[in-house]
């Protein structure tokens, strides 16, 4: 079946930029997504590419597809520690049954 | 406007006991999904509801876990006999089908403490 795979922890200093990592198998995925989960909330989605585009910017975020790798990557600039938290991967097939299939998350930690 | 929520927020029970998990999905939300999480872990698809089809029931991990959804709205996930590897969060997120992206929006959880 689809797989996603992410890195299980990343640390890095406030201000820095954070690059997160995913790969993915299922070559008709259609969506991608970036959701975010504060300790003790469920997940709230931060952004969302689809297949067809290799770009997307929205403030601080930036995500980058590779398609034909099957690597999408979410790089987060000026990170705050606001910005630690859990950051999950995900996609959907259009030709599928529109469930994702998500990683298993990126713990995110900004150290002053 | 209201979000997806969940009740009860956390829930405490004996081995053997039936629970259930309530669900309120954002209003208009045709689409329906409950996951759990464990600690560590990813998130691991139970079920998923779409309009009037019938539910996609793939990812219920045995027969003692059930899930209703009345009048396309609310939604309750039943467990049966609890066993302490059921402890976990069930998070319960909605989706508007046929919008732009198929964004899930996810309620803040049920975490369950079967001891």
């Known amino acids: 079946g689809e797989d996603v795979e992410q890195s299980l922890f990343l640390s890095v200093r406030e201000g820095d930029s954070s690059v997160i990592n995913c790969t993915y198998t299922?070559?008709?995925?259609?969506?991608l997504y970036w959701y975010k989960q504060e300790p003790g909330a469920g997940l709230q989605l931060l952004t969302y590419?689809?297949?067809?585009?290799d770009m997307k910017q929205d403030q601080r975020l930036t995500v980058l597809l590779n398609k034909k790798d099957k690597h999408l990557s979410l790089r987060i600039a000026d990170t705050q520690t606001g910005d630690s938290a859990i950051y999950f991967c995900?996609?959907?097939?259009?030709?599928?049954?529109?469930?994702?299939?998500f990683g298993r998350g990126t713990s995110l930690i900004v150290h002053p | 406007g209201a979000g997806v929520s969940q009740s009860p927020s956390n829930k405490v029970t004996e081995k053997g006991k039936d629970v259930e998990l309530r669900c309120d999905p954002i209003?208009?939300?045709?689409?329906l999904y409950w996951y759990r999480q464990s600690l560590g872990q990813g998130l691991e698809f139970l079920i998923y509801?779409?309009?009037?089809?019938?539910?996609?029931k793939s990812g219920l991990p045995s027969d003692r876990f059930s899930a209703e959804r009345t009048g396309g709205s609310v939604s309750t996930l039943t467990i049966q006999r609890t066993q302490q590897e059921d402890s976990a969060v069930y998070l319960c997120?909605?989706?508007?089908?046929?919008?732009?992206?198929?964004?899930?929006?996810f309620g803040p959880g049920t975490r369950l403490t079967v001891t």
């Open positions: 509801f779409q309009g009037n089809s019938a539910p996609d």
């Open positions: 209003s208009g939300h045709t689409a």
């Open positions: 299922d070559s008709s995925s259609t969506y």
């Open positions: 997120a909605s989706s508007l089908w046929g919008g732009e992206s198929y964004e899930q929006y």
């Open positions: 995900a996609e959907i097939s259009s030709g599928g049954s529109y469930i994702p299939t």
């Open positions: 590419i689809f297949s067809n585009m």
